[in-house]
């Protein structure tokens, strides 16, 4: 191996064990064991849900912060991130599922909306909302008031905050909407393609992680639709069929019905931290999860790293706790080859207390084995 080579490391995290920057280091431990002149770039990702400023900061971006309202109205100190005329902000950090007990009726995406508002605030011509890890099913309702959406009940008064409120919605007033909202481009990044009602929507399939009973499930459906229903005769915004509205609550339904678009999570998020500029001329490229699965394939982020590797002519390499695939699936998905913790530490509870000592070995045993070599550029 050339003393000079680059080696591009963006894996998303090992949920629940690992962030994704912690993950970036301990592959980067790895390699110096090894590799001790290379330049080693680090890009930790996300899928657009939590981690996503987070990836943004690590790629340049510039923190700011505001003090917003939680999901159960308390408030809460919220980080987003700048760079020129973009502005990333997250929901998980204002209305996220660990921020508040659940209340799955009353819990708001309010604070998501203050925080999209002081992105617009310091000047964003751009606002990428990462979605995931709400604590929420209200279908953006929150997020849009704090936007200026009056939300109304029959009796003109503003419904209450939660999914449980919009069973009492009659009608939807946007006059009052932010000025600069529509003057900027809104872009939801989301990793699943939900719709917001129905047997697959936000309530049915979301609402029971966040501790709604089945009597409750049904009661958010039927809100929801009755949500949409106005959203669609009061403010022209088909929402409750498009693929992708249910995600996190339902709040990319929200974000839709002020002329938000909904886009690939992953690949969004490679675009913000500039992976196709860091792959160019890259000797290697290595990228992981907690589990390469079939849910990798379709979609999360190690799979949008291998495919713009191999778009790139660069070899890929994945480093994960639990390698699921077989070697002919890694292998059309553009991997090199694909390796768990496991191959160093058999016990599994041991890899998911010490993931980042026996990431950096496994890194090291790897890299050594010179699988790389394999580049489609060689």
């Not at 629940?16 to 280091?25: C, I, K, N, R």
Request: charged letters at 20%; proline letters at 6%.
């Amino acid at each position: 191996m050339l003393p000079d080579m680059r080696i591009v490391v963006a894996p998303d995290s090992f949920k629940g064990s690992l962030a994704a920057d912690g993950v970036a280091d301990a592959v980067g431990r790895g390699i110096a064991q090894v590799l001790p002149d290379a330049e080693v770039v680090l890009r930790p990702l996300a899928d657009g849900g939590e981690g996503t400023v987070a990836a943004a900061l690590r790629a340049g971006y510039t923190p700011g912060s505001v003090h917003v309202a939680g999901p159960d109205g308390r408030p809460v100190m919220a980080t987003f991130a700048v760079r020129g005329g973009d502005a990333v902000v997250e929901l998980a950090t204002a209305a996220g599922l660990g921020l508040a007990p659940p209340s799955p009726m009353t819990a708001t995406t309010r604070g998501v909306g203050e925080l999209v508002v002081a992105a617009l605030d310091r000047g964003a011509r751009r606002v990428v909302l990462g979605i995931g890890g709400s604590a929420t099913t209200d279908g953006g309702a929150g997020m849009l008031q704090a936007l200026g959406v009056r939300l109304l009940d029959a009796d003109g008064r503003d419904v209450p905050p939660g999914g449980g409120g919009l069973e009492r919605i009659a009608r939807a007033d946007a006059s009052g909407l932010h000025p600069r909202l529509r003057e900027v481009q809104f872009v939801v990044a989301s990793d699943v393609d939900n719709p917001l009602t129905g047997p697959t929507g936000a309530a049915a399939v979301f609402a029971p992680q966040k501790g709604a009973s089945p009597d409750q499930v049904h009661a958010l459906d039927a809100a929801l639709v009755r949500y949409a229903a106005v959203l669609a005769r009061d403010l022209g915004a088909e929402v409750a069929a498009v693929r992708g509205a249910g995600g996190a609550g339902g709040t990319a339904a929200g974000a839709l019905a002020v002329g938000g678009r909904v886009v690939s999570g992953a690949g969004l998020v490679c675009d913000l931290v500039g992976l196709s500029e860091a792959l160019a001329g890259a000797d290697l490229a290595i990228t992981g999860e907690g589990s390469l699965d079939a849910q990798t394939l379709g979609g999360k982020a190690p799979a949008e790293v291998a495919r713009r590797a191999r778009a790139a002519g660069v070899s890929c390499l994945g480093l994960a706790g639990v390698v699921a695939l077989t070697p002919a699936e890694t292998a059309a998905a553009g991997f090199v080859a694909a390796h768990a913790l496991t191959e160093v530490e058999p016990d599994a509870r041991r890899c998911i207390a010490e993931p980042g000592r026996l990431l950096a070995e496994l890194t090291v045993r790897v890299l050594r084995g010179q699988e790389w070599r394999s580049s489609p550029r060689r």
